[in-house]
């Protein structure tokens, strides 16, 4: 049994995550902003805990997640205001990242996007240039981090049935897309997989089932 806690805890990813996680027998903490949204969590056989981690110190989200073996960062801003963007996509993924070592947690999972990085070339006028900024930031001190990283990176997501088949690599092309449940079940799956530390896995909907894709990664 694996003690997971997912910050961002009631994103379409993260619910789905958590089922998966249950379902298999680890043990899940899911961290949420919105008291309300605490039945949604528990429906998927997680705890739901109540912290605000845009707000949070480095300590107060080492308190929320100590006590796990491993942290799945599938929190967001939700675009719209790049203040806010900045604030949670990158400063408050860093202080987790840092409360994780902060309470002795090694094993860390982000997920990022498909083409993330400094040189991602999204022009400063188009509205995802903030998220794409602060996803580099984040991605890029979690790689300098001594943290046991892995970064996921999902192209468009859609809401569409998971097939549990993915294309794991090459480039990004325009209308490329995975959906929501694929992304779950790579999470899942690199977290039972140590081999997966240190690998960036960038994947699209495809033809091999998930656990063979992650595998050959």
Same mark, same amino acid.
């Given at each position: 049994m694996t003690r997971v806690a997912i910050i961002g805890g009631h994103g379409k990813i993260a619910l =789905?995550?958590?089922k998966i996680l249950t379902d298999r027998g680890d043990? /899940?903490?899911?961290i949420i902003r919105n008291p309300e949204h605490a039945r949604d969590v528990?429906?998927?056989?997680?705890?739901?805990?109540?912290?605000?981690?845009?707000?949070? *110190?480095?300590?107060g989200i080492a308190t929320a997640i100590s006590e796990h073996d491993a /942290?799945?960062?599938?929190?967001?801003?939700?675009?719209? +205001?790049?203040?806010?963007?900045? !604030?949670?996509? =990158? +400063? !408050?993924?860093?202080?987790?990242? +840092? !409360?994780?070592?902060?309470v002795g947690i090694r094993r860390?999972?982000?997920?990022?996007?498909?083409? !993330?990085?400094?040189?991602?070339?999204?022009?400063? +006028? &188009?509205s995802f240039h903030a998220y794409a900024e602060a996803k580099a930031a984040a991605d890029t001190y979690l790689k300098s981090s001594d943290l046991d990283w892995t970064i996921l990176g999902p192209?468009?997501?859609?809401?569409e049935p998971g097939t549990g088949k993915i294309a794991v690599g090459g480039t990004r092309g325009d209308g490329d897309h995975v959906? =929501? *449940?694929n992304v779950a079940a790579v999470a899942a799956?690199?977290?039972?997989?140590?081999?997966?530390?240190?690998? /960036?896995?960038?994947? &699209?909907?495809?033809p091999t089932p998930v656990a063979d894709a992650v595998a050959q990664v």
């Open positions: =789905r995550l958590a043990q /899940v903490t899911s528990a429906e998927t056989g997680a705890v739901p805990v109540v912290a605000d981690v845009e707000t949070l *110190d480095t300590t /942290v799945v960062w599938s929190a967001g801003a939700g675009g719209g +205001d790049p203040a806010r963007t900045y !604030a949670v996509d =990158r +400063d !408050a993924a860093i202080r987790s990242m +840092d !409360a994780a070592a902060k860390y999972v982000i997920v990022s996007y498909f083409g !993330a990085g400094p040189d991602h070339g999204v022009p400063e +006028d &188009n192209s468009g997501l859609t809401d959906s =929501r *449940d799956e690199v977290l039972a997989r140590p081999e997966t530390v240190h690998k /960036v896995i960038e994947f &699209n909907d495809g």
